[in-house]
Antibody
Framework: EVQLVQSGAEVKKPGESLKISCEGF????????IAWVRQMPGKGLEWMGI????????RYSPSFQGQVTISADKSISTAYLQWSSLKASDTAMYYC???????????????WGQGTMVSVSS | SSDLTQDPAVSVALGQTVRITCQGD??????ASWYQQKPGQAPVVVIY???NRPSGIPDRFSGSRSGNTASLTITGAQAEDEADYYC????????????FGGGTKLTVL
């Protein structure tokens, strides 16, 4: 079964660092882009950025550039999202999602992880 | 701000037809995909491309595009369709960056 499995919920303090993960199963992880999506409590989905595990090509939304780092280790089929210094406003659910590219004009995030809840509070 | 604009809330009577729209200049070039999210669950894709449904998605869900507007239509809405719906597409830069609409909360009366 094709699936993305994310790491568990985290409770952190402001200023702490954090790295959450997203492991792929059932497909060739290195050949599909993986995106990260934020959902703040009671709010909508926000696209953060995307990485191609095969060569670590990474793109960020302007809103998240410099705020987070996306990385991947293709040898263990895992993508990461990390913060060097968390803020209370980083409290949110974070999802990873696989991109299926059909053509230049058609693509879809077809497989989603279960989400990782990050809570940041003093 | 989002490149994609959705109505915040829409309601439909049980068994009736509802259309959820998504506007954005990038939709003239790129097709939208649509995601359903129920409380406490991860999003699930319901429509992508011109009008493609993943396996397991009921055929009452359909998609279309006209100009800068993408639409998700539910023909014969069921109680279980009550959820938040998000459109998604590449942003106007076209440079492997994507954007979500603000979401539409669908209430089935």
């Amino acid at each position: 079964e094709v699936q993305l499995v994310q790491s568990g919920a985290e409770v952190k303090k402001p200023g702490e660092s954090l790295k959450i993960s997203c492991e792929g199963f059932g497909y060739s992880f290195r050949n599909y882009w993986i995106a990260w999506v934020r959902q703040m409590p009671g709010k909508g989905l926000e696209w953060m950025g995307i990485i191609y595990p095969g060569d670590s090509d990474t793109r960020y939304s302007p809103s998240f550039q410099g705020q987070v780092t996306i990385s991947a280790d293709k040898s263990i089929s895992t993508a990461y999202l990390q913060w060097s210094s968390l803020k209370a406003s980083d409290t949110a659910m974070y999802y990873c999602a696989r991109l299926l590219d059909y053509s230049t004009w058609v693509d879809v995030f077809d497989i989603w992880g279960q989400g990782t809840m990050v809570s940041v509070s003093s | 701000s989002s490149d994609l604009t959705q109505d915040p809330a829409v309601s439909v009577a049980l068994g009736q037809t509802v259309r959820i729209t998504c506007q954005g200049d990038n939709l003239r070039t790129y097709y939208a995909s649509w995601y359903q999210q129920k409380p406490g669950q991860a999003p699930v894709v319901v429509i992508y491309g011109k009008n493609n449904r993943p396996s397991g998605i009921p055929d009452r869900f359909s998609g279309s595009r006209s100009g800068n507007t993408a639409s998700l239509t539910i023909t014969g809405a069921q109680a279980e369709d009550e959820a938040d719906y998000y459109c998604n597409s590449r942003d106007s830069s076209g440079n492997r960056r994507w954007v979500f609409g603000g979401g539409t909360k669908l209430t089935v009366l």
